[in-house]
C-alpha cells in the first residue's frame, strides 16, 4: 500500500523559512510526477510546485522565487524549500504523487506563518 508522509510544517516569523519533506513508501519505483498543493482555511486548494520525470519544475504564481521543489529518486522522496514566507502563505500543505496513473495524497502538514 503506498502513503506518502510529510514532515518538516510548524510556525515561523515572516521572512523565515522552511523545508517541507514527503517520503513515500510502498512504491517499487520512483514516481512519475510530485507535486505540492495547500489549502488554506476557508479557500480551495491550490497548486504551489510540481515536478515532472524529467524534473521540470513548475509553480504557483504566488509561490515563484520564493519556493523551490525538488526530489530525490533513490529516496523516493520530495522537498519544498520554502523562503522569505509570508503570513499568506499559512495553510495545510499537501503532497501529492503519480505512480504508474494513480494518485496518491499525504495527509498534510500545517505550516503557520506569523507576522
Known amino acids: 500500500q503506498v502513503q506518502l508522509v510529510e514532515s518538516g510544517g510548524g510556525l515561523v516569523q515572516s521572512g523565515g523559512s522552511l523545508r517541507l519533506s514527503c517520503a513515500a513508501s510502498?512504491?517499487?519505483?520512483?514516481?512519475?510526477?510530485w507535486g505540492w498543493y495547500r489549502q488554506a482555511p476557508g479557500k480551495e486548494r491550490e497548486l504551489v510546485a510540481v515536478?515532472?520525470?524529467?524534473?521540470?519544475?513548475n509553480y504557483g504564481g504566488s509561490v515563484k522565487g520564493r519556493f523551490t521543489i525538488s526530489r530525490d529518486n533513490a529516496k523516493n522522496t520530495v522537498y519544498l524549500q520554502m523562503n522569505s514566507l509570508k503570513p499568506e502563505d499559512t495553510a495545510v500543505y499537501y503532497c501529492?504523487?503519480?505512480?504508474?496513473?494513480?494518485?496518491?495524497w499525504g495527509k498534510g502538514t500545517l505550516v503557520t506563518v506569523s507576522l
Open positions: 510502498g512504491m517499487t519505483s520512483s514516481a512519475n510526477v
Open positions: 501529492y504523487a503519480v505512480w504508474y496513473g494513480v494518485n496518491y
Open positions: 515536478m515532472d520525470s524529467g524534473s521540470i519544475p
